[in-house]
């Protein structure tokens, strides 16, 4: 038995999604593993590693045409598995990039918009971001204030958005906003007059990530900028359901990280005269992190093959997020506590990893929402408010 792939699910992949898989793979090893500490240390995300990862094809892989890879659902997933492996600030990137900036646009566009924007976010030349949350509105975004009301042909966009991924480097923000007929959304390019952005320091979580806030001061914007399939919170709600499908795997990738360095550590440090792993508490740290591990693989997998499939239903990518993050959370948390003093420093990554995990836990609907979801789903009766 593979003490890492228990079950064998890499079998499953198909010989391309292998390849997408060894590919993401040795990038993280030869580009990521190297710098990662220094970048998390630093609070410092490189943006030169877009491009390298539009070479790859992992910018809106999964979407076809306009210069995207193409690829299945699954392949998505493994990248960011893979990609989270070394650092969920890698995986954010091409979360915000491909699913929250580049699907609106693939899915609610225009063919003019979607020709304008499509191939050179795949390439990684613009960088996009996604705004929704709100300084006083995260999960329940139904009570927006940023506003866009007609000038003319005209929007004029007011109001900030808050908590938003590489906001502070992109060149573009799809921005949601209340408008007199219902919230719709924008695609608002970074040199519009009126809009501007702070970066939020200090974070303990996701520091290799921008985070940052975005104004919009009067941002007059053509009647061409809004997104025209796009009516109602279902429209920002449907691209959130599309980016927690790459969580569901990438939760797996640093849950992997925090076992494997568990379980090598086990191995060679001794104390009471035998290698920490011969002790029957930390064999049962180690399988409970094994069980969680494998199931929640698993599990992504299977997501992933209904979404190829077209029969993925949002409360079921809320199960993934819902489980998938919390085992990851756990794992971290047990792995720590294997490498006593040495856990808590960046020479291992795993309270780097967990401390990420902190924020996918909250992010892209809370572990609360979700719950709410799911009770709803299986209720019939909504408890949101
Ligand atoms: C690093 C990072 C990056 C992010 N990137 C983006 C981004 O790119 N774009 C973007 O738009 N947003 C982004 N977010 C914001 C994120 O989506 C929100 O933080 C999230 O939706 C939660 O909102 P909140 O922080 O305002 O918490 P709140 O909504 O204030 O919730 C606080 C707590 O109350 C709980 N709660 C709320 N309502 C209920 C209820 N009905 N029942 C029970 N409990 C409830 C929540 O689950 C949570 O535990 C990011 C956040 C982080 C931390």
Redesign the pocket.
């Known amino acids: 038995m593979d003490p890492v792939d228990a079950l064998d699910v890499e079998r499953l992949y198909t010989d391309e999604e292998r390849m997408i898989r060894d590919t993401v793979r040795e990038f993280v090893r030869e580009r990521v593993m190297p710098e990662i500490d220094d970048w998390f240390e630093r609070a410092h995300f490189p943006k030169e590693v877009i491009p390298e990862l539009g070479k790859l094809g992992l910018l809106g892989m999964h979407l076809h045409g306009y210069g995207c890879a193409g690829t299945n659902a699954v392949s998505y997933g493994i990248a960011c598995m893979e990609l989270e492996v070394g650092d969920s600030g890698m995986r954010?990137a091409i979360s915000?990039q491909g699913s929250?900036s580049m699907w609106p646009i693939f899915t609610y566009g225009s063919e003019e918009q979607k020709q304008e924007w499509l191939p050179r976010m795949a390439s990684g030349e613009v960088v996009g971001?996604?705004?929704?949350?709100e300084p006083d509105?995260?999960?329940?975004?139904a009570g927006m204030r940023t506003f866009a009301r007609r000038d003319g042909s005209d929007w004029i966009l007011s109001g900030t958005?808050?908590?938003?991924?590489?906001?502070g480097i992109a060149d573009v923000a799809i921005v949601w906003a209340r408008t007199d007929e219902g919230i719709r959304g924008f695609i608002v390019p970074r040199e519009t007059p009126g809009f501007s952005t702070s970066d939020i320091e200090r974070?303990l979580?996701?520091r290799a990530?921008v985070?940052s806030e975005l104004s919009f001061d009067d941002c007059r914007l053509p009647d061409d900028a809004m997104l025209p399939g796009a009516r109602g919170l279902k429209g920002p709600l449907s691209v959130l359901d599309e980016a927690r499908f790459g969580i569901v795997w990438g939760s797996m990738g640093a849950a992997r990280s925090c076992y494997e360095t568990a379980l090598e550590y086990a191995k060679s440090r001794v104390a009471f005269g035998k290698p920490i792993a011969g002790f029957q508490l930390t064999q049962r740290k180690l399988v409970e992190m094994l069980l969680e591990l494998a199931k929640g693989t698993l599990l992504a997998l299977h997501l992933g093959r209904m979404k190829d499939e077209g029969r993925l239903e949002p409360e079921q990518v809320s199960m993934g997020k819902l489980n998938n993050v919390r085992a990851a959370l756990e794992i971290a948390r047990e792995a720590r506590s294997i490498l006593g003093a040495n856990g808590i420093t960046l020479e291992y990554p795993i309270s780097r990893h967990m401390n990420n995990l902190e924020?996918v836990f909250?992010?892209?609907?809370?572990?609360?929402?979700h719950t709410?979801i799911l009770g709803q789903a299986v209720t019939g009766l909504p408890?949101?408010?």
């Open positions: 954010s915000v929250l971001c996604f705004g929704l949350t509105f995260g999960s329940d975004p958005k808050t908590w938003i991924t590489n906001g974070k979580s996701l990530s985070t924020s909250t992010y892209e609907g809370t572990n609360e929402i709410l408890a949101f408010k």
